[in-house]
């Protein structure tokens, strides 16, 4: 068994396949971008990778191919468990790495005339699908998955609150 070191990518895939109970590496990427790609994205060949990293690491087992498909179906190992548990457990803090389009744009010149109603109607317009998720189906959620949506919920509002704070620069300082 392979000595891997576990990166956040590799601990999403563990956790994926952990709840799903097995999936193939196309199901983890389905799975995340249905899940948690609004707070956590991973590019579809990371996925692949992670999974053909962790199988050799054996922190995860291949328990069956699908027939004509050529898709190896993937579980957790009781290694793959313990450092999901343990990952779980770690309460250290990690810094965030906000990757925001429109804030490098800003930083860079960009007219806030021009990009300050694009953003603005973005994020209002996944704030409205969160706030819609969360009256949907709020109450079928974990509690962690809760608190997910609430932080999606309070970031898109602080984003547009800032883009419609960006949007009235001229109300707010003189032209330079």
């Known amino acids: 068994m392979a000595d891997a070191r576990l990166t956040t990518s590799s601990f999403l895939v563990l956790g994926i396949i952990d709840?799903?109970?097995?999936?193939?590496?196309?199901?983890?990427?389905?799975?995340?971008?249905?899940?948690?790609?609004?707070?956590?994205?991973?590019?579809?060949?990371?996925?692949?990778?992670?999974?053909?990293?962790?199988?050799?690491?054996g922190l995860l087992a291949q328990v069956r191919q699908e027939s004509g498909r050529g898709r190896r179906v993937l579980a957790l190992t009781d290694r793959g468990r313990?450092?999901?548990?343990?990952?779980?457990?770690?309460?250290?803090?990690?810094?965030?790495?906000?990757r925001e389009r429109g804030i490098l744009k800003l930083w860079f010149?960009?007219?806030?005339?021009?990009?300050?109603?694009?953003?603005?109607?973005?994020?209002?317009?996944?704030?409205?699908t969160y706030e819609e998720l969360a009256d949907s189906v709020g109450e079928l959620l974990t509690p962690g998955q809760r608190e997910a949506l609430e932080f999606g919920?309070?970031?898109?509002?602080?984003?547009?609150?800032?883009?419609?704070?960006v949007g009235r620069r001229d109300e707010r300082t003189p032209d330079r």
């Open 19 to 57: 709840k799903l109970g097995e999936a193939s590496a196309y199901d983890v990427k389905v799975e995340a971008g249905r899940t948690v790609a609004p707070f956590w994205s991973v590019p579809h060949a990371q996925v692949y990778a992670q999974c053909d990293r962790l199988l050799a690491a």
């Open 82 to 98: 313990r450092a999901l548990r343990d990952w779980l457990a770690d309460p250290g803090f990690v810094p965030v790495e906000a």
């Open 109 to 128: 010149g960009a007219r806030p005339d021009e990009i300050a109603p694009v953003q603005l109607a973005e994020h209002r317009r996944t704030l409205d």
């Open 153 to 165: 919920i309070r970031y898109e509002r602080m984003m547009a609150d800032f883009w419609d704070w």
